[in-house]
């Protein structure tokens, strides 16, 4: 499983889209085997959601996510876990424990969102 949250700092950025940059989690048997820091490539003609499939991305963990990006990550068949908070680390834990389950938390309303 490869989960990719978007990230300030360490925390969960409340809007996929607008993260500065996206933590990459390789999950294995349970536990987080590896990690990286991805930039975010920006929000033009949908960089954003190509660096997910490209990356082999399997799950998205976000505070929101707006209702396009939504719908071509699954198109991919990316699972998409919204309303996570606090810090990244916290919000994986959450998730591997079955605690943290795929839930439809609307945009956190920062833009359109393709409203």
């Known amino acids: ?14 809007h996929f889209g607008k993260a ?8 294995e048997e349970g536990k987080v085997v590896s990690r990286e820091k991805v930039p975010n490539p920006g929000r033009e003609k949908g960089a954003v959601l190509e660096l997910m499939p490209a990356h082999g991305v399997t799950h998205v963990i976000a505070g ?6 939504k719908g071509i ?3 991919h068949n990316i699972v998409i876990v919204t309303g996570a908070l606090g810090s990244i680390d916290n919000a994986v834990d959450r998730f591997l424990k079955g605690e ?13 969102c393709g409203k």
């Open 20 to 27: 500065p940059e996206f933590m990459l989690l390789v999950v």
């Open 100 to 112: 943290l389950k795929p839930a439809e938390v609307p945009c956190c309303n920062e833009n359109l």
């Open 64 to 69: 929101g996510m707006g209702e396009r990006a």
């Open 1 to 14: 499983m490869k989960i990719c949250v978007p990230m300030k700092s360490t925390m969960v950025h409340n």
């Open 73 to 75: 990550l699954k198109e």
